[in-house]
């Protein structure tokens, strides 16, 4: 049985996605949290490493709070930079383990593009989250090279954390109409299929190894894209919630960290992997929003 350590399995978004889906498909499965013990101690990681004794370590655990990093920039380069640095060095001397990393698209947001991003496009980061994001993707890749995943996805949204889509929902059950940014352009992703495809690629590591061709960096979303203000009109619109949604500039909504304008991550790489396109996100969202069972593409 292949065993996985999470980090921020118990509480996060995407983790608590991994945990569930990992378990489904057979896996042993422990998480590691921040409430657990200090994840920026090495010794205290190392001690978790050598008794959990995993297969696979997937850290989801980030500094998200986007506008916040703008006041607190050290202290989201020790989560979003430090974390994953220490990770990848404490797992170069523990040679079966392989460390899938998570970063966002939101490192692509200076580029003036409205095709799709490959994992061969070269950052932008226009503020202090992506910026650091993007140095935790450098410190893993730069640290352990051929056991690494780097898997950017974006704009999450899933079953036990608060996200975007259900902030939607609930403001429209407490108000006529709600204003939502119509110029920044994604990758709407459902937390459950990143896990899925995680999974997959996980999986075929610990069957192949260096053949696999899994090690590198990967554009982990559903596929497809939409503004903020398509996202909540398809949530909206398959719930009947009622309320109308206003589209609005980016302009009229200011935020102290600058959010990119396209961050569409192309997902081809991916789709070669699985053997299709992963789903789309209007599909996904389906799955969400309706609990169906079975997430992804190719399970």
């Not at 650091?132 to 999450?156: I, M």
Request: aromatic share 8%; glycine share 8%; hydrophobic share 40%.
């Amino acid at each position: 049985m292949a065993r996985a350590l999470v980090l921020g399995g118990a509480t996060g978004l995407l983790g608590q996605a991994l945990v569930r889906i990992l378990t489904e498909r057979g896996w042993s499965v422990e998480t590691l949290g921040r409430q657990q013990g200090n994840l920026l101690d090495d010794a205290f990681l190392a001690e978790r490493l050598d008794a959990a004794r995993p297969d696979v370590v997937f850290n989801t655990v980030a500094w998200t709070q986007v506008d916040d990093a703008e006041d607190h920039v050290e202290e989201a380069r020790l989560v979003n930079r430090c974390l994953p640095a220490s990770l990848a060095c404490l797992l170069k001397s523990r040679e079966s383990m392989l460390l899938v990393h998570y970063s966002t698209d939101f490192i692509f947001g200076g580029q003036q593009s409205s095709q799709p991003l490959k994992e061969t496009d070269k950052p932008h980061p226009q503020s202090v989250y992506a910026s650091t994001k993007l140095e935790g993707e450098e410190a893993v890749r730069a640290a352990l090279p051929d056991r690494s995943c780097v898997l950017r996805t974006a704009w999450l949204f899933g079953h036990g954390r608060k996200n975007f889509v259900e902030t939607i929902l609930n403001a429209c059950h407490r108000r006529d109409e709600i204003n939502v940014v119509h110029d920044q352009v994604g990758s709407p992703s459902f937390a459950d299929d990143v896990a899925l495809y995680s999974s997959r690629l996980a999986e075929a590591w610990l069957e192949k190894g260096a053949d696999s061709g899994v090690p590198g960096i990967w554009h982990v979303a559903n596929s497809g894209e939409a503004s903020w203000c398509e996202l909540a009109c398809e949530a909206v619109h398959l719930t009947s919630a009622p309320c109308r949604v206003i589209p609005i500039a980016s302009s009229e909504w200011p935020q102290k960290a600058k959010r990119p304008e396209y961050s569409v991550l192309c997902t081809d790489k991916l789709a070669a992997f699985l053997g299709k396109q992963p789903r789309p996100w209007p599909q996904a969202l389906r799955a969400y929003l309706f609990a169906c069972k079975t997430p992804g593409s190719g399970g």
